[in-house]
């Protein structure tokens, strides 16, 4: 039964969305990776560790049309105007726990040699491209990859720096890891589970935001990637663009670049 569910939806999922792209069309606003324009982006909702559901009021929502949320419309205004990812050649990329409107550009860029991987969780659905592989021992060889594209996932990683560290040997000198996550930045240290400690849902979620995480990263989030050897760098947006893009205001691209 719940496969005949999945096959229905995953029929019906485009023409739902293109009525919902369509019913909320308008002026105000600009999704970059579908490029449908819309009066507001789709109020973005989280999970509660009961199984509620609720609106994440930060001013910033997901793409009526692809999903996208403001953290990968940032990331691939940065990608294509900054970085010109567009005119890479040869260019080795991992993608860990990707997002599917990213994994459609870097899928279609010839010059891209694109590696998809994710911890598989039951009850997920995974694309084909993408294979196995934990983020804290990766089957890599050392620098083999010239950027890696980890969004959210180091708050759900019991041993992040571990993850780190796998991350660091994995790139080429002066590699690229994006590597953006929850952080808190009126809180000066990180607050997380400890390493013996196996806390509920609902501890998890008013501590650190969500039933899976198992930290809030503080503003200390920097100095651990520097203390496993990155070199940081933060990308801020303009105020128009933040608006023309729905971003989210104050959340930043984090890179985090393998020196020499
Ligand atoms: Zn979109």
Not at 89 to 96: A, G, K, M, S, T
Request: contains cysteine; negative net charge; hydrophobic residues 40%.
């Amino acid at each position: 039964m719940a496969g005949i569910k999945d096959f229905l939806k995953d029929i019906l999922r485009p023409s739902y969305r293109s009525m919902l792209a369509a019913m909320h069309a308008g002026d105000e606003c600009r999704c970059n990776l579908c490029g449908k324009r819309f009066a507001a982006m789709r109020p973005r909702k989280g999970r509660h560790a009961d199984g509620s559901s609720f609106i994440i009021k930060d001013g910033a929502g997901t793409c009526w049309k692809c999903n996208s949320y403001p953290r990968v419309r940032a990331l691939w205004h940065w990608l294509v105007n900054d970085f010109k990812i567009q005119e890479k050649v040869d260019f080795e990329l991992l993608h860990i726990a990707p997002e599917q409107q990213l994994a459609d550009k870097f899928l279609k860029m010839p010059g891209i040699h694109y590696t998809a991987v994710d911890k598989f969780c039951p009850g997920y659905k995974y694309a084909n491209y993408v294979s196995h592989a934990d983020v804290t021992d990766l089957h890599f060889h050392d620098s083999m990859f010239d950027m890696i594209v980890c969004n959210h996932v180091l708050e759900h990683v019991k041993n992040d720096s571990k993850a780190m560290s796998e991350l660091l040997r994995v790139l080429k000198p002066n590699g690229t890891a994006v590597l953006m996550v929850p952080i808190n930045m009126e809180a000066e240290r990180t607050d997380e589970e400890k390493p013996d400690e196996e806390l509920s849902g609902e501890e998890r979620e008013r501590r650190f935001g969500q039933p899976d995480h198992v930290r809030m990263y503080g503003r200390d989030y920097f100095e651990r990637l520097e203390n496993v050897g990155f070199h940081v760098e933060h990308i801020a947006f303009p105020a128009d663009l933040v608006k023309e893009l729905e971003l989210n205001p104050t959340e930043e691209v984090i890179l985090a670049v393998k020196s020499n």
